[in-house]
């Protein structure tokens, strides 16, 4: 099982939701910790480091995955249009 690491941008986002979109994003960020790349994660290419996206409703989250510290950094959480 993996743990989360959010970072500023990601915070500040969720603060900023209503309940039932937080509530959508918290269960989807559930199931990554049980297996951090689900049938809809996807590659995120243009980055120097390995990104996987994720799509809840009309939002996106963008995380990285490190597999020696079972952790994953949630780097930001956005619209669909604006999360690159």
Known sequence: M????????????????DKIHVSRIFKKL????????????????????KLYRVRVGDYRILYDIDYN???IGVIKIDKRSRVY
């Not at 993996?2 to 939701?17: E, H, M, P």
């Not at 559930?30 to 480091?49: A, M, R, W």
Request: charged letters at 30%; a positive charge.
């Open 69 to 71: 510290g079972n952790l």
């Open 2 to 17: 993996f743990d989360i690491k959010y970072s500023r941008q990601a915070i500040k986002f969720i603060k900023s939701l």
């Open 30 to 49: 559930e199931k990554l910790k049980q297996d951090p790349i689900l049938h809809d994660s996807k590659i995120v290419g243009g980055y120097s480091e």
